[in-house]
């Protein structure tokens, strides 16, 4: 074991120290088990990050403990891993930085530094005797036990695996790598960095779940563009994703800067420049303010479905929108390079991707929207014309809560076209189509607003017909019109229906 003392100075205090650890060690005492403070838990405390995630690992049975701790601290017990005794502990309190506590417990056999020989990187792989909880409350130091240097590799910024066999006994951790380097700013150390090179290909043996939640993780954090050109130069993007690779080289049109994959790519740095995350270093700052932003749409894109967020689920659709190029490009008579049907094509393949990854339901149909529909907010309208208030009616109808996201999505892939070549009144055009798109989206959906004009009882009533799929389509035609300021009262609204059912495309269906 090495010992490393640590002056309590540089460990961060506050409601935790009282709360929860004098609780957690008046627990264990009481056990009369053994139990450290371990893992990400000290990582993030010795960074002064804060977290809400507490890793405990005890000699004790963790399965037969939990359920215990969970009635003193009146918390809910989440059974993880039998076989490897791993237990969680879910508590509730307004003063923790997520509004609860997570507290896993793991059971060691043999020694703690035989349990941190098991971890995955030097600074995962430190613990403090929980016991010694007096560290939070006095002026003294405290023995850290760092038998694999990650006091050190903190101090320099350094993420540095504790063996050679860390990938091969969970090759989830080559993406675990990549995402604490993101988060934490910290750097993959040289050695690390050759073995996860040489080892990128265990990715594909991963469970789909596990695989599914990691890169979750890797969407969500922002201004990390640079995180999946890195993951694709230590062989990691294309062994998670394969369906990614034959877009490597893949000449475009003259008017692109980059190849298929590295647009891809682009686009995801080019979503967060927009997004007001993160800078575009090919063109003037100030193109950023030809794009809409407000707390409205801020707050869409950090809007969750199903545990990610839409920002999260853009950058994947800016990763995928152009999936289906290389099977659809064409070199035309004309020696024009042309990929007919590619954003269509593109979805149906994303989708078997996402399935294959185990997104829900719910994200891949927002996520293959957009891939469809990437190209569409530049076709809305006529060349050289904003687009007509049914175009935008109908967008917005069709594409739903994927509708604002299509949008961004589609000036990300303007700036990862053009990269350093943009031509700045294309691009003003395109912006000014999208703010004119959102305003009159605004403006319909005040109309639409109120209640409905007509039911589909009115309906059925006045214009004599029985239910089913005619009266959805009468329905759908007034509230176009409506949205599109056409009409405004019950009696226009009645007028309309008629009209519509007198027409003959539904007099021919």
Known sequence: MIAVEMPLTKLPQGPLSASVLARLDGFFRSEGAPAYIVGGFLRDWLLERETADIDIATEANAFEISPRLAGILNGSYVPLDEANRIARVV???????????????????????????RRDFSINAMAIPLNDVTLLKTDGEVAIVDP??????????????????VFKDDPLR???????AAELELKIDAATERLIKSQAGLISGVAAERSREELGRLLELPASSWLWLYMDELGLLTALIPELEPLRGVEQPREHTWDVLNHSLKSMAALDFILRQAEWPYTAKEVIEDIPWSEELAGYFTSRVNGLSLAALTRLAALLHDIAKPQTRVVTEEGRVRFFGHASEGATQAEATLKRLRFSRKQIELTTAMVRAHLRPVQIGHPGQMPSEKATYRYFRDL???AIATLFLSLADHLATRGPELEVENWWQHAGVVKFVLNQHNMQQKRVAPPKLLSGDDIIKHLDLRPGPLVGRLLEAVREAQASGEIANRKEALALAAEVLRSPKESTR
């Open 148 to 165: 694999f240097g990650g006091i050190a590799d903190l101090k320099k910024g350094l993420i540095r695996a504790t063996g050679d066999d």
């Open 91 to 117: 508590v509730k309190d307004a003063a923790a930085p997520k509004g609860h506590w997570q507290i896993d417990i793991s059971s060691y056999s043999g020694s703690i530094e035989d349990d941190l020989g």
């Open 174 to 180: 080559l993406l675990r790598a990549v995402r604490l």
């Open 400 to 402: 739903g809560q994927a």
